[in-house]
């Protein structure tokens, strides 16, 4: 197989540890107003409304968003599922501003390195522009260009926002492969003709909880992404 | 004077020398053909069709387009004046994409480097976001975003490009700062509320036909890049 010009990848879940960093972050703004909570629950609340909020502008025509605007909808609908109130407008702001720290899988920054020799590398995520830009620099991700729902106006699964990343730089959707770690955003991007690639995060929700291999067919599969690197020859 | 939270760039004349770049492109590809032209008057004829294609989508309702078709349509428009013909469509796409093949000043890159310790780094350049990622990977530019026309669907000194730029990274304009070799482009910039800084490129457009210092007010006015590092104490 000939290497990709472009690897995209998405990035809740696939370079970063959303789950753990989430939980830590919550704690660190909640647990000084006196709450004691199950913080890892409270992360899994907070990402169980993200799809539903997407939804929204995805099939139901609200105006798009960043997703920082969404989670910030998302983080006021939990709180009081958890019985959370009187936290300050700076401390929300600072709360919600907590999907800009997340931390990153140990492989993902050593293997962008490594496929940006010889490929270009962009984030085709649902995030915004300055939360992708965030997570680089506290990462080191070395991106070549933020790409995504951005980009596109719109949030993936949609074709428009594979399209777009791959028109940004002036590629067929056949010298593009989208690296995930969930099938569903692999089988999209197949869909629309771009290249496949997956890597194992089967502990993302929690252990066990994630997807040890694809279950859609896809180009290549690495245990990490050191190791799809690795068996493209790079 | 606080640093900026991000630093905005222009890239055509202030970070790369598209000058010199694009006589030694034009002469690779047109010389084999039998063509002695004076390149350095094919690259200032090319380069000199530059705004008037921008004005067409800036001000005469033309819908937007990436600044590689410009330069493909001002290539189309100059090559009969040199009375150059007969070139083959690889040929032309090849030279067209001389602009993706620029070389940086010296203290371009050094300076970046120096700036993103502190700040976030952008162009905010009339160039397509693949041109920017083809200059940036030539030259190890290490950009946060590509930010700039393709983003805001216009050219500078339209406001949206400058304002979209901030928007995208969610800063105010205020704690943004423009640094360009072109008084023009600065003083939309601070009309805009971006702060402003000046880098000294006074052969750009030949030896003694360049910027050797700001025609206007600015907040920093360095002889290159890195001097402009260091006079904002970075």
Known sequence: MTVPKAF??????TLVDWRTSIAREAEATLKPLGYALDW????DAWRGEYQSAMDEIRYKGRTFEKLDVLHRGNLEKILPRFKVSGVSEAQLRHLNLGWHRLDAWPDSAPGLTRLKRQSMVAPVSNGNISLMVALARRNGFPWDAILGS??????KPKPRVYLAACEALDLPPGECMMVAAHSSDLAQAAKNGLRTGHIAR???HGPGKGEPA???PVDVAGANL??????LGI
């Not at 995209?8 to 879940?13: A, L, M, N, R, T």
């Not at 050191?226 to 068996?231: T, Y």
């Open 40 to 43: 890892l629950a409270f992360a």
């Open 150 to 155: 951005e980009i596109a106006h719109d949030f």
């Open 8 to 13: 995209f990848f998405d990035v809740f879940g």
């Open 214 to 216: 694809p279950t859609v």
């Open 226 to 231: 050191v190791d799809l690197a690795s068996k």
């Open 202 to 204: 089967p502990n993302e």
